[in-house]
């Protein structure tokens, strides 16, 4: 036998899956199915929401992610209707009907979050919504209680991919581990590379089955 055959178990390398500290979720089209045209159609109709979405004179996506990073609704609004008048009805209608814009729980994903909060995995949220509708998602979507915190951008004043964020959530996991630790899920590539930059090991989410081969290579008890 050589050397390296008869070396001890001690000496090989370990191959186990690293240990996690925690999962950190997003939460928009990652838990909850989110999108925005039924809340603006139910104002405005399905047509006039579809073209105000796809209007290349108004980006809605950074507009939205203004309230994400903590300015008011009133203010949000008063600014685009200034700037876009014939808008103003499309403008106040997403608000207006929020909850239309939440379609429901993405259940592979919820399953693999009581999965894993069943295994007593430590469990955060770290999402990019205003402040003012957070609640509504709150009383709607009871799995919201299984996660230890959820830091939600527009009460931080700050969204993803900003890497202030994850400054935030690396003092509010620091009780369980490090940044370096922690998995992080995504739908969004810009988020997931943000994400990876600051230490996580970051995931883009694409279907919950995906997500789960991805979580079981790394160890984590979410078996079917």
Not at 89 to 98: G, L, P, Q, T, V
Not at 142 to 161: C, H, N, R
Request: charged share 25%.
């Amino acid at each position: 036998m050589t050397d390296q055959q008869t070396a001890s178990s001690g000496d090989r390398p370990n191959l186990d899956p690293a240990p996690v500290d925690a999962v950190v979720f997003d939460l928009g089209n990652v838990l909850i199915r989110w999108d925005p045209l039924p809340a603006i159609a139910a104002g405005v109709g399905q047509e006039r929401a579809r073209h105000f979405l796809h209007d290349s004179g108004f980006d809605f996506a950074s507009w939205n992610l203004a309230q994400d990073a903590g300015r008011s609704f009133a203010d949000g609004e008063a600014d685009a209707i200034a700037k876009h008048p014939e808008l103003a009805d499309e403008i106040r209608s997403y608000r207006a009907n929020f909850e239309h814009s939440l379609r429901g729980p993405v259940e592979g994903t919820v399953a693999i979050l009581k999965q894993l909060h069943a295994a007593e995995v430590p469990l955060f949220a770290l999402t990019n919504w205003p402040e003012e509708t957070f609640p509504i998602a709150l009383d709607r979507f009871d799995f919201l209680d299984i996660f230890e915190d959820i830091i939600v951008s527009g009460e931080e004043g700050v969204a993803k991919p900003d890497p202030e964020i994850f400054e935030v959530l690396e003092e509010r996991v620091r009780h369980v581990g490090g940044l370096d630790d922690c998995v992080f899920i995504d739908d969004s590539l810009v988020n997931v590379q943000a994400a990876a930059v600051a230490g996580l090991d970051a995931i883009a989410f694409t279907s919950p089955e995906e997500l789960r081969a991805d979580l079981l290579v790394r160890g984590l008890p979410v078996g079917e």
